[in-house]
């Protein structure tokens, strides 16, 4: 009876918070992504931080203020970001073809961090996703939170629900940056494709 309930429980003791078997995985994870000199990211959802490294080097850091999950949480592994999507995503001014023939000038215009939204989710493999927002200080971005509340409470409740019924994994991730500078900055900091993994509290 006590092997039973030994081969039951054991997964979850070994991925307790601080034990040498969860240490020992972060280091495994972060040493293969270390390996190379792209950039990776880390979601330290206990320390309360992200984190953007290079070569084990950090590189940059944002403190989080608070953060919410709904869904499971998953074992520890590689993740890969296969978007970024927001309501208003940043654009270039188009340029449209044979304008240039007619004698006008154009200067490519650069996205600027101001440019960059505050309000978006990270589109994660694995079936995660991570809302990011910033702390609203203005009326507008009160009203976007108000549309984050129904977005959080009704919709992904409802998402998680189908998901659970389809077999397929789900996890959402809801959190919250102090400023919109801190927002805007770690959306520009994290490009489609990079890697990185999310350590769970």
């Not at 709904?70 to 970024?84: A, V, Y």
Request: hydrophobic residues 40%; positive net charge.
């Amino acid at each position: 009876m006590l092997f039973i309930l030994f081969l039951v429980f054991a997964p979850s003791i070994g991925q307790e918070k601080d034990s040498p078997a969860r240490l020992n995985l972060l280091l495994k994870e972060e040493y293969s992504l270390a390996k190379t000199p792209a950039l990776y990211f880390i979601f330290d959802l206990d320390g309360k931080s992200i984190v953007l490294k290079s070569k084990g080097m950090v590189i940059q850091e944002w403190k989080i203020e608070s953060v919410h999950s709904w869904g499971e949480q998953r074992l520890l592994k590689t993740l890969t970001l296969l978007k970024k999507s927001t309501l208003f995503p940043p654009q270039r001014k188009k340029i449209k073809p044979g304008e240039a023939e007619q004698g006008n000038t154009f200067e490519l215009e650069a996205l600027e961090l101001k440019d960059m939204p505050s309000t978006y989710a990270l589109y994660l493999s694995e079936g995660i996703y991570i809302y990011v927002r910033s702390n609203p200080k203005k009326f507008i971005s009160g009203v976007r939170s108000i549309g984050h509340f129904f977005n959080w409470y009704l919709w992904v409740p409802l998402r998680n629900l189908g998901y659970k019924l389809r077999k397929k994994p789900f996890t959402a991730i809801d959190i919250k940056l102090a400023g919109k500078e801190e927002s805007q900055a770690l959306y520009w900091a994290l490009a489609d494709g990079t890697k990185g993994f999310v350590s769970y509290p």
